[in-house]
């Protein structure tokens, strides 16, 4: 009997509809109904700080809703842009506008290259891919970016130009980069401040399930290292409220978001103001902390419950996986290098999960290893089959 054959056989309920997907970190729809019911008891706002949100203008985002983004990433309010809809968008603009315009300290070129802590986020990699910038891998250490690399890979490539991080709860990996570390980081890349971008992604800037170390904030500690034109902040509430429908947020130093709003004036007459006004007057009915605290109650259960499978799977010596202290993800690492096999083999049984080396520049995972699951949008009982089926080819394989 084939690998597949005998997992049908175990698993009675497992048929040729089932349709399972742990790709993307999408907000399940208990998620996204826990928050519709607040919105909908809102009345659409027309005008808020003074201003017409009805009509074009206002590029910088209205004053509370800038307020708003300050407080998630920890950012000044004097220096925080409320935007559109997704901060991947802004990402791609910032990397647009220092490519063609260049910001006081980065000028993007052919000849650029980034850093990628891996594994990372397959977006970042694929719109670096699309600007021609040369993706340079390296690894993480517990608290962050792999330091030792770091200098390495300083000393080793003269165009580096860029760093991309995402700070908090990584994605996928969960890493928390330590203050310590940050500084370490910074302290290396100062001599190349010239040009450079620290993209700083702060999309899980609040999204502990459980205590987290507390991080400075970024700013400040730019500022010891002379790197407050090098620092690009970037959040949203995408996974806060409405996914695809939040408030996306920028923030660096004064010269470079002039820049930043000089060159979107050529892009859109200004932000939606109607949706920063609707997001206001949500947050004055449920405050951050409350929001935060209700969507962890719905998703500690499904990392509870993915941990509880993994950890199974690890006792056996299957794999190697993190246990994330927030954010959307688990990064699993096959120890046997299958990672290719079990994608294809969990995509035969109907569950859907990334191509192989998705969480790598040039979908290359050197060691074949690697598979991003994305717990939160099934519901429990769903996610369980879904963890029914990868743990059964797991051991099926090896
Ligand atoms: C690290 C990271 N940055 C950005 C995004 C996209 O956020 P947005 O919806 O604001 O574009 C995601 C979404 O998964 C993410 O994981």
């Not at 005998?6 to 998620?31: C, H, M, N, Y």
């Not at 008891?41 to 009509?55: H, K, T, W």
């Not at 030792?148 to 000393?155: A, F, Q, R, T």
């Not at 954010?327 to 079990?342: E, K, L, T, V």
């Amino acid at each position: 009997m084939s690998i597949l054959e005998q997992i049908k056989t175990e698993l009675p309920w497992l048929d040729d509809k089932v349709a399972f997907d742990l790709t993307r970190g999408k907000p399940s729809p208990d998620q996204l109904s826990m928050t519709e019911k607040t919105f909908s008891s809102l009345a659409m706002p027309f005008e808020m700080d003074g201003i017409d949100l009805r009509n074009y203008g206002t590029p910088e985002g209205i004053p509370s809703a800038r307020e708003l983004g300050s407080k998630i990433l920890s950012t000044p309010l004097e220096r925080t842009l409320a935007l559109d809809n997704s901060s991947l968008t802004i990402m791609q603009q910032i990397l647009s506008c220092s490519y063609h315009l260049d910001f006081s300290r980065s000028s993007l070129s052919a000849k650029s290259k980034f850093l990628c802590p891996v594994p990372g986020y397959d977006r970042h990699f694929k719109l670096l891919e699309n600007f021609g910038i040369q993706m340079i891998p390296m690894p993480f250490q517990s608290d962050g970016p792999d330091l030792v690399s770091l200098k390495e890979l300083l000393n080793e490539h003269k165009d580096i130009h860029g760093i991309v991080c995402v700070p908090r709860h990584s994605n996928p990996t969960g890493h928390v980069y330590s203050d310590q570390n940050v500084r370490e980081m910074f302290s290396l890349l100062k001599k190349r401040s010239n040009n450079l971008m620290i993209l700083w992604d702060n999309a899980y800037a609040c999204h502990d399930l459980k205590s987290t170390e507390s991080q400075l904030p970024i700013f400040g500690m730019a500022e010891e290292y002379d790197l407050q034109d090098n620092l690009f902040v970037i959040g949203s509430t995408s996974k806060i409220t409405l996914a695809g429908s939040g408030i996306a947020f920028f923030s660096s130093s004064q010269i470079n978001n002039n820049k930043f709003i000089d060159y979107r004036n050529s892009l859109t007459p200004g932000p939606n103001k109607i949706n920063q006004g609707l997001h206001v007057s949500y947050f004055k009915k449920v405050s951050l902390e409350e929001q935060m605290s209700e969507l962890r109650q719905l998703l500690l259960p499904k990392f509870d419950l993915v941990d509880g499978h993994l950890s199974r799977l690890k006792e056996q010596g299957l794999c190697n996986f993190t246990s994330p202290s927030g954010g959307y993800f688990i990064s699993f690492d096959s120890i046997q290098a299958r990672a290719s096999d079990i994608i294809k083999n969990c995509g035969d049984l109907g569950l859907t999960l990334l191509p192989i080396g998705s969480c790598f520049p040039y979908n290359n995972d050197p060691n074949n290893s690697n598979i991003r699951i994305a717990p939160t949008c099934p519901d429990l009982a769903t996610l369980d089959k879904c963890l029914n089926i990868f743990t059964k080819v797991v051991k099926k394989l090896n």
